[in-house]
T-cell receptor, first 113, second 116 residues
Framework: AQSVTQLDSQVPVFEEAPVELRCNYS??????LFWYVQYPNQGLQLLLK??????LVKGINGFEAEFNKSQTSFHLRKPSVHISDTAEYFC???????????FGSGTQLTVLP | NAGVTQTPKFRILKIGQSMTLQCTQD?????MYWYRQDPGMGLKLIYY???????DKGEVPNGYNVSRSTTEDFPLRLELAAPSQTSVYFC???????????????FGPGTRLLVL
């Protein structure tokens, strides 16, 4: 069975500071990994995804994530955040044995002025 | 393109009432999904469809029904509403051109349902 753990439910950070949102997954087979963002009162939209190849994945809005197979992690990073990055961020995984995308419980990123 | 649209945006139901949540996409996507999102939880898959006439259960299908008569529409039916179905419901779609697990899903804005 696959599962996703987002280690921080809330992350407050000051504007222009760096941020890392942590995600760990459990799966015994190869995986596809995703980060989605949900702005207030909106649906989710894709930030980035890892399917294969380079372990460093670049996404929209200056975000990037690194796939670490040995640590079963897919942490999301941004070197300098903006007020507009305030949103909820969801990590998700699809493994070969599953029939669906499994989402983590989400991390609320709040960027403070 | 409007993308994925959902109606209604909000609804309050009494216990035992029924309703249909509408979902339409104009991207000619083959795959469509229904999720529910509860506070502090990730999204849970209710049902999905890989094409017109084909539907399958997700993780939490009890209390819901779906149909897919056209490529564009994927309505979700609640037959006997219960307080446990209070949630935010999201419809999503994806192209359906390759492996389903690799595809980007495009989400609608959600329907907020309160069952009293």
């Amino acid at each position: 069975a696959q599962s996703v753990t987002q280690l921080d439910s809330q992350v407050p950070v000051f504007e222009e500071a760096p941020v890392e949102l942590r995600c760990n997954y459990s799966s015994s087979v190869s995986v596809y990994l995703f980060w989605y963002v949900q702005y207030p009162n909106q649906g989710l939209q894709l930030l980035l995804k890892y399917l294969s190849g380079s372990t460093l994945v670049k996404g929209i809005n200056g975000f990037e994530a690194e796939f670490n197979k040995s640590q079963t992690s897919f942490h999301l990073r941004k070197p300098s955040v903006h007020i507009s990055d305030t949103a909820e961020y969801f990590c998700a995984v699809w493994s070969g044995s599953a029939r669906q995308l499994t989402f983590g419980s989400g991390t609320q990123l709040t960027v403070l002025p | 393109n409007a993308g994925v649209t959902q109606t209604p945006k909000f609804r309050i139901l009494k216990i035992g009432q029924s309703m249909t949540l509408q979902c339409t996409q104009d991207m000619n996507h083959n795959y469509m999904y229904w999720y529910r999102q509860d506070p502090g939880m990730g999204l849970k898959l209710i049902y999905y469809s890989v094409g017109a006439g084909i539907t399958d259960k997700g993780e939490v299908p009890n209390g819901y029904n779906v149909s897919r008569s056209t490529t564009e529409d994927f309505p979700l039916r609640l037959e006997l509403a219960a307080p446990s179905q209070t949630s935010v419901y999201f419809c999503a779609s994806s192209y359906g051109q390759g492996m389903i697990g690799q595809e980007t899903q495009y989400f609608g804005p959600g329907t907020r349902l309160l069952v009293l």
